[in-house]
């Protein structure tokens, strides 16, 4: 069973600093994705690394995928109360009958203060 | 066009009834999965449609639980016998194909608390 460790749990900080979120296994994965879901609603699809070692820019998001294709970072600068929300890595399966199936972390919940 | 969507958005039912949830996806995406999510938690993978067949079942919690999809359409999830660790909220995503070049799209979520 591959399993996805993302830390930290909780995050609150205040308006304008900067924050990581990790995202760690032990498995290797056919690509790395990161999610955004609000109450409510489901996750909304935020970016997809791909490639060993690839960087991805999304305005003040940056996602990283680690070269062995096992852990990923998501790094946001100078955050703004609009970030809060739980933030979601999930890991795709590289193949067999769960290919596509995709491996959740336990998420990062994000408080960003005024 | 319409996203995923799910019914009903809420229920409330007894410890030991049965429970069914709906699931109609985008029109034209041939997968369909299920996963549910326990409070303030990560997503956890039910089940799979391609089509109208379940290729990965082993994400099923136990025998209580079951799903069936009408050709690339609808889906439902059906939880017999329900018990108190079976609250949650379950989402369905589906995608214009199997794999993960394709975006897996989520529905708004059925929250079901067993009483």
Known sequence: TQLLEQSPQFLSIQEGENLTVYCNSSSVFSSLQWYRQEPGEGPVLLVTVVTGGEVKKLKRLTFQFGDARKDSSLHITAAQPGDTGLYLCAGAQPGGTSYGKLTFGQGTILTVHP | ?115
Do not use: M
């Open chain 2, 1 to 115: 066009g319409a996203g995923v969507s799910q019914s009903p958005s809420n229920k409330v039912t007894e410890k030991g009834k049965d429970v069914e949830l709906r699931c109609d996806p985008i029109s034209g995406h041939t997968a369909l999965y299920w996963y549910r999510q326990r409070l303030g938690q990560g997503l956890e993978f039910l089940i799979y449609f391609q089509g109208n067949s379940a290729p990965d079942k082993s994400g099923l919690p136990s025998d209580r639980f079951s799903a069936e999809r009408t050709g690339e359409s609808v889906s439902t999830l059906t939880i017999q016998r329900t018990q108190q660790e079976d609250s949650a909220v379950y989402l369905c995503a589906s995608s214009l194909s199997l794999g993960r070049d394709y975006e897996q799209y989520f529905g708004p979520g059925t929250r079901l608390t067993v009483t």
